[in-house]
């Protein structure tokens, strides 16, 4: 009687303890689940079958020089040989890209596509001598200058 009493007493005091207390019990009783429970453990992703050979597989890493478009997408009637020198060269500035460290162009031609900077070689018979926000110079093998215009 007595403890309860006072227990009684306790509580019509510190009127505030009544929602308190439960609820520190419920946060107490979810750390102790939550420290008790096993970590799950994260699985290792699932390595590609190396000797398969779907299209879901093939990734390509960037920035490569050099890109090679599929063949369903050229017409070999339409293309001319970029390093011909008796025929018209077929280059076409893509898109330039200028940055205080090193200027980049994308340049393609025919079926091959090129991120180049200045210095870099197109095939065996162009560099890229400068690259301007507009207009990449190109030097062929004779020091013949060639000027490609963004579009």
């Known amino acids: 009687g007595r403890k309860k009493s006072a227990f009684s007493e306790f509580i019509k005091k510190n009127k505030s303890l009544v929602y308190l207390l439960p609820i520190l019990v419920v946060v107490i009783l979810v750390a102790i689940i939550l420290k008790l429970k096993p970590a799950k453990q994260m699985k290792p992703p699932s390595q590609p079958n190396v000797g398969a050979t779907t299209d879901a597989l093939k990734v390509e890493v960037l920035p490569q020089m ?14 001319n040989d970029p390093f011909s020198t008796n025929e018209a060269v077929a280059f076409s500035l893509k898109g330039v890209l200028l940055s205080e460290e090193k200027d980049a162009a994308i340049i393609e031609t025919g079926s091959r596509t090129y991120i180049v900077s200045a210095g870099d070689s197109i095939g065996s018979y162009w560099v890229v001598e400068k690259i301007d926000d507009k207009k990449v110079t190109l030097i062929d093998r004779d020091g013949n200058d060639l000027v490609i215009t963004l579009k």
């Open 66 to 79: 050099e890109r090679v478009k599929p063949s369903e997408d050229i017409d070999f009637t339409k293309t």
